[in-house]
């Protein structure tokens, strides 16, 4: 398996009130490709501000952040804002979805920005809309569908353009349990059959039990990680449990 990511060193510092503070402390991290990776951690630990400068939201202080080979402190803005747009897919909490736009248009504006031929674009539309169980509604609206086909709509947007690496942050956050359970079953169908590399942040261990590996960050270090291996979801979700016991945060932080 070859590097999807690799990120060196990566230190992140903020200013508040003139105190300097450490949300990221020389943080070493490898991603496969083809792997499905969480990133666990109590509430402040700095799992979404290393999220946001490994998906190029967020700039490091110092340290390299390598994707698909190529080292992001090299790039200028129109070189980032590029890469970022053909190589990264992005899935959050927040639908974005544009409502004059049926589902079709949403998921397929990537790729009309990106000046696709059309019948590719029609082509790659029904092939992640099928992946995410939503082929029955791409001629609605966002305002006649429910929370949990915004999500897997937002989704197969993220998606539509084949990105090396995709990121997710808490996707089931906004979710009930069986929207959120349809939207993690299709990640993890996009992960096996479409070889897709995901990394997600999520304060779920219900939710990252459906990955195969999870790094666990406390104080803007990485302190554990967990593989699953032959472990049934139901034993990964156990030992989920126990790990974020062991190394603290509130009881939100471990349901």
């Known amino acids: 398996m070859s590097i999807m990511l690799e990120a060196r060193e990566i230190t992140k510092k903020y200013v508040s009130n003139g105190i300097p503070y450490i949300a990221l402390d020389q943080i070493n991290v490898q991603v496969e490709e083809g792997e499905f990776i969480g ?121 539509v353009t084949n990105p090396s690496l995709i990121f997710a942050d808490e996707p089931t956050g906004a979710l009930d349990s069986k929207s959120g359970q349809d939207l993690l079953e299709s990640m993890k169908r996009l992960n096996e059959m479409h070889k897709a590399t995901i990394m997600m942040v999520t304060h779920d261990a219900f939710a990252a039990s459906f990955c195969e590996r999870i790094l666990f960050i406390k104080d803007g270090t990485i302190v554990d990680e967990l593989l699953r291996g032959p472990s049934t979801r139901k034993e990964f979700f156990q030992r989920i449990l126990d790990e974020l016991a062991k190394i603290g945060g509130d009881i939100r932080d471990i349901i």
Do not use: C, H, W
């Open 39 to 159: 990133i666990m951690g109590p509430s402040g630990s700095g799992k979404t501000t290393l999220l946001n400068v490994l998906s190029t939201i967020d700039l490091p202080s110092s340290g390299d952040v390598i994707i698909a080979g190529k080292n992001l402190n090299t790039l200028n803005e129109k070189n980032m804002a590029k890469f970022r747009r053909e190589e990264l897919g992005f899935i959050f909490q927040d639908y974005n979805l544009l409502n004059a736009l049926t589902v079709r248009e949403n998921i397929a504006l990537p790729l009309a920005l990106g000046k696709a031929d059309v019948n590719e674009i029609d082509k790659r539309v029904i092939e992640v809309a099928t992946t995410f169980g939503i082929e029955p509604i791409l001629d609605k609206f966002p305002n006649e569908i429910s929370g949990g086909q915004k999500q897997r709509t937002a989704s197969s947007r993220a998606i």
